[in-house]
C-alpha cells in the first residue's frame, strides 16, 4: 500500500526543539523529492521545506529557515523534519507529502502522495 | 510570492448537485494549479493536475479548467462521498517552488 505516515509530535515549550518523521511505504522512495507542509488551527495550509531524492538539496519558507532543518535517510525509506528554536506560531499539524515527477517530461508534479499529519504545540 | 484566492470558503450543497469553485491566482501560473480533496483526520487526496488532468482512480464527474489565473474545479452530480473540504495548489515543473495553497472550500450538507 503507497502510504506516508507521520510521526513525532507533540507538546513543546517555546525554544524547545522537535523531530518529526515520516516514513514512506509502496513507491520508490529514494528517487522521490518530497516536501513538509503545515496548516495552523484555522489557518490555510503552508509548504515549510522540500528536499530532493537524494537529498543534497533542501529548501525552506522564509518563516522557518535557520530554525527547521529537513533530512532523509533512504535507507530507512524515511523523511525527517528537525525543528529548533519553536515559537507559539510554529503550532499546527505537519503532513509531508511526495513530489509527483513525470518521467516522460522530465518535470516535477503536484504533490500525489500526503500523510495524515502530526500534530505540533508549542505552549508554556 | 503568489497568492491564491479561493471561493466559496464553504458551500451547502445536496446529492446531485453541480458544484463549481474557483481559485485565482495573484499572478499567471499558466497550468500550474492542482486540486485537493481533503476529509478529516485522512490524507489529502490528489484529484486534478496541470488545471485539468484527472489523477488516476478519480472519479469522471471530478473536472477541473482554466488557465493563468483562474482556475475551477467542478463536479458534476455530487455524490455523498464527495462532503469534504477541496483546496487549490499552484506549484511548477521545477522543484521547488515556494508553493501556495488556497484557503480551502468546504462543501456542507444543505
Known amino acids: 500500500e503507497v502510504q506516508l505516515v507521520e510521526s513525532g509530535g507533540g507538546l513543546v515549550q517555546p525554544g524547545g526543539s522537535l523531530r518529526l518523521s515520516c516514513a514512506a511505504s509502496g513507491f520508490t522512495f529514494t528517487n522521490s523529492a518530497m516536501s513538509w507542509v503545515r496548516q495552523a488551527p484555522g489557518k490555510g495550509l503552508e509548504w515549510v521545506s522540500g528536499i530532493s531524492g537524494g537529498g543534497g538539496r533542501t529548501y525552506y519558507a522564509d518563516s522557518v529557515k535557520g530554525r527547521f532543518s529537513i533530512s532523509r535517510d533512504n535507507s530507512k525509506n524515511t523523511l525527517y523534519l528537525q525543528m529548533n528554536s519553536l515559537r507559539a506560531e510554529d503550532t499546527a499539524v505537519y503532513s509531508c507529502?511526495?513530489?509527483?515527477?513525470?518521467?516522460?517530461?522530465?518535470?516535477?508534479?503536484?504533490?500525489?502522495?500526503w500523510g495524515q499529519g502530526t500534530m505540533v504545540t508549542v505552549s508554556s | 510570492d503568489i497568492q491564491m484566492t479561493q471561493s466559496p470558503s464553504t458551500l451547502s450543497t445536496s446529492v446531485g448537485d453541480r458544484v463549481t469553485i474557483t481559485c485565482r491566482a495573484s499572478q499567471n501560473i499558466v497550468n500550474w494549479l492542482a486540486w485537493y480533496q481533503h476529509k478529516p483526520r485522512k490524507a489529502p487526496k490528489l484529484l486534478i493536475y496541470k488545471a485539468s488532468t484527472l489523477e488516476s482512480g478519480v472519479p469522471s464527474r471530478f473536472s477541473g479548467s482554466g488557465s493563468g489565473t483562474e482556475f475551477t474545479l467542478t463536479i458534476s452530480s455530487l455524490q455523498p462521498d464527495d462532503f469534504a473540504t477541496y483546496f487549490c495548489q499552484q506549484y511548477n515543473s521545477h522543484f521547488p517552488v515556494p508553493y501556495s495553497f488556497g484557503q480551502g472550500t468546504i462543501l456542507e450538507i444543505k
Open positions: 507529502a511526495k513530489v509527483g515527477y513525470d518521467v516522460l517530461t522530465g518535470s516535477y508534479e503536484a504533490f500525489d502522495i
